[in-house]
């Protein structure tokens, strides 16, 4: 059983920076596709971006491309997500997750956080 808690988040304005981190504990990190997912107040889940579980390849939506970066550090049991000139379409609670396959779909992990609040003030 893998547990996940996120961190970093807040209120932000336009253009600013924000860095997300997820601690996991309890399982074999560096054998999991770790994710960001978010979701706005009466909106779906939506993929935000993923990491390969040792870091080597990464995938995002395009909605983020050139603004959010992965990482991970296997060390640390850590994964993050640095967000720069953040939009205020990008307010949601965002959710770090954890699952042994890939994919952009929620359902592809068995793993979540509790999720962090981001708000980004126009």
């Known amino acids: 059983q893998v547990q996940l808690v996120e961190s970093g988040g807040g209120l932000v304005q336009a253009g600013g920076s924000l860095r997300l981190s997820c601690a996991a504990s309890?399982?074999?990190?560096?054998?999991?596709?770790m994710a960001w997912f978010r979701q706005a107040p009466g909106k779906a889940r939506d993929f935000v971006t993923a990491?390969?579980?040792?870091?080597?390849?990464?995938r995002y939506a395009d909605s983020v491309k050139g603004r959010f970066t992965i990482s991970r550090d296997n060390a640390k049991n850590t994964v993050y997500l640095q967000m720069n000139s953040l939009k205020p379409e990008d307010t949601a609670v965002y959710y770090c997750?954890?699952?042994?396959?890939?994919?952009?779909?929620?359902?592809?992990?068995?793993?979540w956080g509790q999720g962090t609040q981001v708000t980004v003030s126009s």
């Open positions: 997750a954890a699952s042994i396959w890939a994919g952009q779909f929620p359902s592809a992990y068995d793993y």
């Open positions: 990491i390969s579980p040792r870091g080597s390849r990464t």
């Open positions: 309890g399982g074999a990190f560096s054998s999991y596709t």
